[in-house]
């Protein structure tokens, strides 16, 4: 009702939890679903004494992700000590990046609705994860919370955008679109159910066309996309709402639940934390020097946006074909197998993006896992392309071919599915129609070529599926004069 009356302006903070082995600042693995408190040392306790010692590895993700997405890796950055109480952060502190950050600057390209508008970022900083606190699922926990330590200490990048989206739909494709790259680059796994990937959203509404920022509200950790389109649509209408009754917005953070698909008060500004950061005296400045650079772009890939360009050239496949397929690396790795081995690019699109995505999607499963070979499917792509069988009898080939993996031409000699393109055994059929459907032949023949395809369906019938239909078609033209 508002909606050309008002313009929501939206940042998102993500926090991303590298892949590494191993926790930022100690040896402690970081297994997910490990027994509680398993995964701890010292350090990761805040024990008095124990020294933190930097991942290597987490720094190498860390700048691998910044440079992926544009942004200026500063050759020195600092971590400091970011205080605040809570039962999951036994050091009294989280260490953090604050005032000098790992990267600034860079940004992503979405695509909402056909438009595509480009979200600038603020900076990528470093961090450890706090642990985790259990109110639920032990007998006492109606008196008692527990701690599960093994969290704490793994590092995560935080990715703090400029408030660029300005509406739900673009918040949440933005977020995506970072899962993806993340995932690609193999520097998180994006695993949001598990807790690797979360999001706070800096939400506030303004009259469209004034430049001055309305008062916002931060929504924090949202783990799904959808979830986090639904908090913005709420927290955007509940602003228009307020500001429609002449109402101002208080500053505040909230929560969103998703059960009742609502965003509630955590806390007011009034209550917000000073977190007294200061430089971290254990360790060093984080130097990140133009070896280092160059040693991770070494291992990049080639990024999804590149990718896509290449597909469309060098396989002459649409533009959304290869948006579809460059969704993950292993998809468009297994669309290249495919279409090199097929000769056929289009045809290796359309299969994968058709049956093979049907058939992962049906059962849950994902292409890393899936049990047909690109040759094995190229294959199959090669005997539609020589007319040695239909694409309708290739569906079914497809589906005995897919969890066997057998070849599609075993199948087809086996099962006696080959085309048949002998005139002799297709004549025979084609007059056996011709006489069994007087009707339509009468109307054909005054001039209602509409059921000119029903004959050709029922000569295809008549072959069951096997007939060359281009061959079908011809020699029933032929037989109506
Ligand atoms: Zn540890």
Known sequence: MNDRKYEAVIGLEIHAQLRTRTKIFCGCRTDFGAPPNSQVCPVCLGLPGALPVLNGRAVDYAVKAALALGCRVQPESVFARKNYFYPDLPKGYQISQYERPLALGGGLDITVDGVTSRVALTRIHMEEDAGKSLHEGFVDSDRRSYVDYNRSSVPLIEIVSEPDMRSAAEGAEFFSRLRDILVW????????????????????????????????????????????????????????????????????????????????????????????????????????????????????????????????????????????????????????????????????????????????????????????????????????????????????????????GRSAEAIVTAEGLAQIGDEDVLVAIVRDVVGTHADAVAQYRAGKHQTFGFLVGQVMKGSAGKANPKLASDLLKRELG
């Open 185 to 404: 680059l193999e520097v998180s796994d994006g695993n949001m159910e598990e807790g690797s990937l979360r999001c706070d959203a800096n939400v506030s509404v303004r009259l469209a066309g004034e430049s001055t920022l309305g008062t916002k509200a931060e929504v924090k950790n949202v783990n799904s996309f959808r979830y986090l389109e639904k908090a913005l649509e709420y927290e955007i209408d509940r602003h228009i709402d307020i500001l429609e009754r002449g109402g101002r917005v208080p500053q505040e953070t909230r929560l969103w639940d998703s059960a009742s698909g609502r965003t509630h008060s955590m806390r007011s500004k009034e209550e917000a934390h000073d977190y007294r950061y200061f430089p971290e005296p254990d360790l060093p400045p984080l130097v990140v020097d133009t070896s280092r650079i160059a040693r991770v772009l070494a291992t990049m890939p080639e990024l999804p946006e590149a990718r896509c360009r290449r597909l469309v050239e060098q396989y002459a496949i649409p533009a959304y074909d290869a948006g579809v397929l460059t969704q993950s690396a292993a998809l468009a790795d297994y669309f290249e197998a495919t279409a090199r081995a097929a000769g056929n690019g289009k045809a290796a699109s359309n299969w994968i993006m058709g049956e093979v995505l049907r058939t992962l999607n049906e059962r849950g499963e994902t292409i890393d896992h899936v049990p047909l070979a690109p040759e094995t499917l190229a294959g199959l792509i090669a005997l539609i392309d020589t007319g040695t069988i239909s694409s309708s009898i290739a569906k079914d080939v497809f589906g005995k071919m897919y969890d066997s």
